[in-house]
Every structure is written in structure tokens, then in C-alpha cells.
């Protein structure tokens, strides 16, 4: 990777470049052969099919694949689709894994275990293939719905999730909430009451399917702020299966004031295209902490206008990094990647124009890269 | 058009200037000369008299005349508002059109022919005007009206509209939707009933004015999709008969879920300043297409980045240029010259940057300038 | 300051420097010496603590200070926030004020007096520390709170708001609305009638507590708009009392479109992240006008973007400048400082670009710096 030094001052960019990341949130990589079909399925946020008359590789993610991961495959920036699929099914799965991992220079990985997690490798897995550290972070709503798989009793239900949250997170770093898929973040915040918990798990126990009454999934954040780990939320920018409209940030104001006196970091994900009011909430509420993860990788060459936008209001102490990424180690290493481009122009750009010391640069990037993200969960140094 | 060769590698501006786009949303040009005032009062979205202490002069639009425009006349760039009228009105609306709209490169118009249609030509006046091809884009809600003014029963208006739909579309390209104006986006998306469309077509009759009930526009909606030409929505920004926060394309997720299995492309317009929201549903959605239009000649020198917020979370497939040009041929020129300027510094930038290859930028501009749409509208190439 | 003239054309670097600015929207400055927690506490918008794992000073405004408020103290850019407290506190608040003051090039202040006046400076305070002209904009809901404070029976509460407002506006040039804090802006525009305001007003007085009634807030609008003085509204970004889903600009559409008749210019404050909202509504309606001011200062190195955003739909004439600082003189030189640098590179690249002449550049950045305040505030020249 070139920070094309003559906009980035040297050692801001050799700073960005070596720094050892810590990706917050992130899936694990895909540990199968993917045919092309499955690829591109695989490397789009939407669910439906690949229209005949077009192809993902004409997209923004497309075009960083085959310029940027191209060459750690020791192909040609910018070859084609079909050069790169072709590389890629001859190193094999595990070496294009390996390769691409170890060369995103992610330190530490927090893996969200609770997506589809039969299909992609868990965090000892990406232990293993990236060869540094990997701890859990786990999903809410996967607890309870093992929880309601394994069978319980309406009125047990608050009390058996809270045991199985306590038993499943015992190592884990950090928990998550999808209520914006499930609901959307325009719920009541305030902490549901145990008749009402129980009246709802029977509704649901009732109804059958995933978890979606907006009283279980409160119920749930609020077991979870009592856990006491960093909670993290999705916000904004996902798949179909979310109304975007719903995902504002800025609709998550009474939680954060209800939740406040409980001390527990809140970190909100992703958010494009939120980032401005995400960074807002971030400089007003000393609970609340941001990424723009998941849309770097997915803009591209233009994630350095994401970026940029998440250095504005909030300080710099609430801003971290992380991939989201989830099946294809191409999206581990973009979001590595694309991250440290963007914030070598961003921060090079406030250098070159005299408002920052190098000093200063060097600094935020290192905060956001890992300090930031190391302090909130506590993952020493 | 100079586009700045430094920055833009030469084939790219080259490629660029020479695309002969498809404007699928444009109105009819003023055949009519214009006083300095009513000039004016053509190249804002404002319905409002220019206040006396302004000159609409003063803004994006009216440099981007004054710097753009008056080449194409013979004067100088940045010449005065006056020199600029007074060579408009020597060298006659006839001249100023064809100067204007030939010196735009657009090769082919879809011309909608909802708005004040009697004041602007039709499409055969601007094929003739331009010397180029240009086909129909036919408002749903003026076929309504038209059905409503000849007199009808209410229970027999979703019949005769939807034979006067079949017959004013023969040989149309697409529909339009301007529910935005009408009542907002946030409407109940699914399809009214026999009775609901009966009962509210009598109200309506009764009421007189023009149609602004939602289920008559949910309807009208509904039928388009049966009719099943692409259907194009206005979204976003436009004249103060607008509410803009109820414009924004999010609010049209459930209508695009149901709309989905008919296959019917959906077409965004403008989306000002919600271009960002636009890309997601393009994004998520297979049948949801969009571009930046009319924002793009109102921003003038900005344009730059509205164009480039557009090139985000979208495949390109799914990305189209419009300038939603009404009256002044000026606005259909800036539309176009505005555009390929956007377009050639943001792609040019991706290039210069190492992030996409000539070709590429090639690629995804003539997919955007006239590919796309000559796919969806079944143009022939 | 340097304006960075390769980027800047001279004449316009030097136009913009030199230009007496209009501060339509500020406070007065603190006169007593700060410590670093309470200076610290004054660069955020956030009221709570500054949680000790976290300085202020890292952040965009921190930043700002060091660089460009530290040369006006005698110390080099980037010095350390110990290195600028110490010579802070050894020149003492009066000195700071001065030469913060003097060097913001403010030519004119319309001091707000309405939030914790009894900290800051007032009006003739401003004057005398600053050396130039400082008139009075008036907070219409602490009118009503001191004719609450002093005692008034319900029935007669209309009236004696009324008598109030008249006389503390005698000499004032402004009034300023914050529904926003108070309720949000998603309030019934229309006038109230007099007996839901003496309800209103019993409820309120019966209650205690600040004055928070959407009745009551709008009968201050609506009478205020009777005053007939340019009526302020607070809008976006502010601490955390503000649910700035709340505060988009767009929830005034109704009242813009109820007040236009009586002719009160409506200025709305700030905007951030809404700028383009505010754009539209001044585009779009001619008793709109609008300010990113508080917005700039707290994102530094990147209020370049906002007010380019600021400068996209409307008209020149409808744009201004304010700082809004509040406390500390350093957010009034940076409200400046960076209003300026923000202008100079944002028209700076129009010209250079060749879409602006110099001439159009230096006359918008006079329009917004000043002009149009004065005409709007009726200032003289």
C-alpha cells in the first residue's frame, strides 16, 4: 500500500501503516472455496440475487478488491474479475485467508460470534489464521433465541437468559444488540418490567420465529447494561432486511440518557450514512462511542469522505475502527486497508495544511486504530 | 469545456466529453423569449417574486450560466447578468435553444410531459429542437386529471384510468410518480381496493382540485406498476409546494418490497440532498435505480460533490444521469456540461489516486451517461 | 493566518482577510480567569464532566485553539493545552479578551443575552472589550420567565409578555426562539388562541420549572414575529438538552409558511448536520436565512466541509456568518478565524477551478460576511 507520500508527511504515514489495529467488530472470514456467483452474493450488503445484467464487481467494494487485494494474491492492481476468482480458487481458501489476514495488519480481533457463525470461522479460528489474538463479542438475541430453542417456561424466560448471558459471555469482551434489524431503534427505552417480559416471551414462544417484540429486545439490552460489557448496537447501513429510516442514531437519545448512570460504554456501528449525528451523540454523552466500519469497505474510494466526516464533532477519545467484515477475507483486509488510506489523507490533509501537528496526527490515528479500543474493553496494551 | 487536463487523465476527459448521454428525466425547453424577471424566475425552484434586494443571479445556477453558458452564446465567462441577457434576447429563444441544447451532447431525451406542458415543447419540438431522438415520460397524475376533467363516475375512474393510461402510453418510455408533491412519500404502500379507489375518487370529484388523496396516488402508483414501464419517482429536492422531510426515499422501502416481484424498474430522481439514502436502496434493492439530477444544475460549482456522494454504496449498474431541465435551455445544458465536469473530476480523482483504472472510470461513466438507461428503457444502444 | 495563496488568489485571500464581520449571532465573552477543568468544560457543547480518561483538548476545536489561538498569545502553533493555560492564565482574562477580540476582526456583535448573561459580558461589555459597535439580540423565552418570575395571574400572562417584550426590545435588533431545547421543532405552527395561552400559562405557573410548553412557545414565536425584529431560531447541534432528531429545520416548514405573509426575516442558527435542509429552506422561501455557525468552530481542520455544504442551494444573499461563542474569547477568534479560512478555500477552489471570476468570490464572501446581516438587521453600511 502506498500512502502517497507527497500529500502524507512520512512519518504519519509509516505511523498509519504500522500501526496494529484493533478491529472491534468483525465476523469471521469464510473458510470455504466460493464459486463466482457465491463471491460476488458475498461481497454486497443486499440478500437478493445478482441481477443478470450487471455484476457487483461494478461497485466500489468491486473495484478496491481487484485493486488492493489483487497484488496480496501477487496478481496486477486493477486485473480483472475473472483473473482474480481464478487466482483465488488456485492458492485455496486457507493460503488466500492467510495471506490476506496477516497482511490487513489487525492485531486484535473482537469476533461477533452470533451471524451465520456455522459458516465462517469463530474467533479461535481466526486466531489461528491471522495469528494474534481474538476474543468474543456476543449477540443479544442469539442468547435468548437458544434460550427459546432450548425450550423454557414464558415466566422463567427473563430469568434463563439472564443465566445463559452470564454463562456465555464469561470471556467475552463485549456484547450486541440488533434491534435495528429487529425492530428498528424508535422503541420505548426504558427498562420493560417483568410481567411485561413474560407476557411477551409467551407471544413469541407462541408465534414461533426470531426474536422481534420490541418488549423482549429492550428486555434484552437492559440485561445486557446490567452484564456490564461494552454494548454495541448496529446503526445505519446493513442488508434489506433493515429500514434505514429507523436506524438514525440520533433515535437511541433516551437509551443513552437511561443508560448513562450505569457507566457501560455504548458503540455505535457503522451508522453511514449517520456518522454526523453518531458523532454528535458521541461528543454530547460521555457513554456513547462511534465507528463508520462497515461503510468504508463498501465505498471505496470514497471512504475517505466517511472517515473525514467521523473527525468532526466528536473528540477524539469516542472514535474507533472496525471492519464489520463477515465470510470473505477480502473484506477483513479492505477494511484494514481503506481505513488506514482514508486516514492517512484525512489527517495528512490537516498537516499539510498547517492545522495539525504531525504530532497531533500520529496521535488521533493510534487512538482510533487501538488505544481507544483497547481502553473501552479493556484489552491491555 | 475545459476539464482541467492536470487533473483528469486525458482519455478519461476525452471519453467523457464526447458521451452522448440519455437524459431520462427531462422537460421541454421555452420556446418563448424571457424578461429579466421571468428568466430569473425560471432558474430557482422558488414559485416565490424575487425578492428587490437579491438577484437570483447570485447563486450556483446563476454563475454557472454566466461562467458556462455564455461561451456558447459568444461572451465571455463570468460576463454580467446584463451582457448575458441582452445577447440572449438579440440572438432570439429559437438560436438561443439550438446553440444550448446542441452544444450539450445529450443524445437522446425522455421528456416528461406532466408540468405546464402548454409553455415548454413536447418531445417531437425538442427532438427537432436538438436534432436528436426523444421519447415521452407521462405523468400518472396529469393522465388522472385529464380522466377527472372529462367527467366520470367515481366508481368507474379505475377503469378509465387505466384505459387512458394504456392509451397515452403507447409509445411512452416510462411513467412518473409525483406523490412527493402531492402528499408526501409517506403513504400506506400497499395497493388500494376496488372500494377504497370508488370512494375516494367520489370525494375527490366532489372536492375538485388537483389529485392529492393517497389513495388515488397509491393507485395511480399501483397501476403504472401493472402498466409496467419503468417508473420514476421524484424524491427529494424541488419547489416550495414540497415538504423535503417527507421526500426522503426511505419513506418508499415498503413500496419497493411490494413492487419487487413485478420487476419494474423504479427510478429515484434527484434525491437531494438524500443521495446517500438513494444509494442504499439502489444498493439493497435489485428494482431500485436513481440519479442526482436537478441538485446537480442547482449546485453548480459544488455539484462536484453531490456526484460524488452518488458514486458511494450504489453498483453502477443502477446509477443515471438526469438534468430535469424545465423552460431556460440553459438548465438542460448545465445539467449535461455540469454532470460530465462532476463526473470527470471524481472519476478522474479515483484514478490519479491509484484506486481505479482508466479504463474503469471509462467504464462506469458511460455506464451512468447513458448505458444504464438505455438498458432500463429499452433504448437500443 | 495565512490563506494558503497557492491555493487562494491573492485579491481574495486579502478580500477575506480584511473584511469587518457581522457577528449576527454570539455572546459575551467570560471575564473571569478559567481553570483548566472549567476551560476544558467550555469547548464542548457537552455538559457533563469530562470523564479523566479523555482530555477536550483532543478534539477538532482543541486542536484549533492550539494552532491559531496560541500565536495570538505569544506561543508557537501546536504548543501543549499546559503551555497555552499557563500563558492564558499569566495574561489574564482581560488581556486574553483583548487580543482575542481584536484579532477576530469582528467589526459589529448582536450579543444574545438570554443564557447565563449573568457569566459573560453583555452587550456594552462586548463593546468596550472589543473596541467596535455590540447591539443586543433578545431571547424571547427569558422575557417570559421573568414576567413569570415576577408574578401574573394566568388570564394576564399574554398581555404582560407583551408589554415586556416591547420594552426589553426598545434598542435590540433581534429576537431568538429555542423551541428547539425547550420542545423540538415538530411543534402546530399556528398562532395560539388567547385561551389555550392562559391555560398553557396556568399550567406552567402552577408547575414551576422552566418554561417548556409548546403553547407557550408558540405564542413567544407568534408575538414576537408581531415585534416585527429578525427572528432568531436556534436549529442542530447544541449540548445535550437537545434531541437534534428534533431540531432539523425542515420541522418549520409550516410556520415559515404561516409567518411569510407578515414579512419577519427567520434566521436559522447553526444548522449542523442539517446545512443542506437550511439551504433548501432558503432557496426555497424568501423570509428564510441561515448560518453554520456554531458548527465551524467545533469541527475545526473540517469546517471547510460545512460551509461548502452552506454554499450549494441557496442564494447568497440568504447565507451569513455568526460564531454563536459563548464563555471563552478563543471560540470567538476561531468562529471567525475559521469562517474565513473556510471561505478562502472554499471559493478559493471555485476560482481556481475557473467555475467562479474573483470578483464573484470576493463579492458572496462580503454578502455572507457581512452585507447581508446588515441589510436583513438594518445596520447601516
Known amino acids: 500500500m502506498s500512502l502517497e507520500p507527497e500529500l502524507v508527511p512520512g512519518g504519519l504515514a509509516r505511523s498509519i501503516e504500522e500501526l496494529r489495529l484493533v478491529d472491534h467488530h468483525v465476523h469471521g472470514v469464510s473458510a470455504r472455496d466460493l464459486s463466482r456467483r457465491a463471491f460476488e452474493g458475498l461481497i454486497t450488503e443486499s440478500d437478493r440475487p445478482i441481477p443478470e445484467w450487471m455484476t457487483q464487481f461494478d461497485s466500489q467494494v468491486g473495484y478496491a478488491i481487484l485493486r488492493h487485494c489483487a497484488p496480496v494474491l501477487g496478481l496486477d492492481p486493477h486485473c480483472t474479475p475473472e483473473e482474480y476468482l481464478a487466482r483465488r480458487a488456485r492458492l485455496g481458501v486457507d493460503e488466500v485467508n492467510r495471506l490476506l489476514l496477516g497482511a490487513s495488519g489487525i492485531g486484535h480481533f473482537l469476533v461477533e460470534t452470533g451471524y451465520r457463525s456455522e459458516e465462517v470461522l469463530g474467533p479461535s479460528g481466526m486466531a489461528e489464521a491471522a ?6 463479542v456476543v449477540r443479544l438475541e442469539a442468547v435468548a433465541e437458544q434460550v427459546a430453542a432450548e425450550g423454557c417456561a414464558a415466566w422463567a424466560f427473563a430469568g434463563r437468559f439472564e443465566e445463559a448471558l452470564w454463562e456465555r459471555t464469561r470471556t467475552a469482551r463485549g456484547l450486541k444488540s440488533i434491534a435495528a434489524y429487529r425492530h428498528g431503534l424508535d422503541f420505548d427505552p426504558s427498562r420493560p418490567t417483568d410481567d411485561e417480559v413474560a407476557e411477551a416471551a409467551g407471544s413469541w414462544f407462541a408465534a414461533g420465529g426470531r426474536l422481534a417484540d420490541p418488549v423482549l429486545l429492550r428486555h434484552l439490552i437492559w440485561t445486557g447494561i446490567d452484564r456490564g460489557l461494552p454494548l454495541q448496537f448496529h446503526i ?70 466517511l472517515v473525514a ?20 477475507a477480502e473484506l477483513h483486509h479492505l477494511g484494514a486497508l481503506l481505513w488506514r488510506r482514508a486516514m492517512a489523507r484525512v489527517l495528512g490533509e490537516f498537516v499539510t495544511e498547517g492545522e495539525w501537528s504531525v504530532g497531533q496526527a500520529i496521535r488521533v490515528a493510534a487512538m482510533v486504530g487501538g488505544e481507544n479500543a483497547r481502553r473501552v474493553y479493556g484489552l491491555g496494551s
Do not use: M
Not at 495469528?131 to 468474543?136: H, L, M
Not at 434505514?244 to 457503522?270: F, Q, T, W
Open 131 to 136: 495469528g494474534v489474538p481474538a476474543d468474543e
Open 236 to 305: 445505519g447501513y446493513g442488508d434489506p432486511d433493515l429500514d434505514l429510516r429507523r436506524s438514525d442514531p440520533l433515535l437511541l437519545r433516551g437509551l443513552i440518557e437511561l443508560a448513562e448512570p450505569a457507566g457501560v460504554p455504548l458503540l455505535l456501528l457503522h451508522c453511514y450514512p449517520y456518522q454526523r449525528h453518531a458523532g454528535f451523540l458521541a461528543h454530547a454523552y460521555p457513554n456513547v462511542f462511534f465507528d463508520v466500519g462497515l461503510g468504508v469497505t463498501f465505498t471505496g474510494a470514497r471512504s475517505v469522505a
Open 309 to 328: 466526516e467521523s473527525l468532526e464533532a466528536a473528540p477524539f477519545a469516542k472514535v474507533l475502527f472496525s471492519s464489520d467484515a463477515w465470510g470473505p
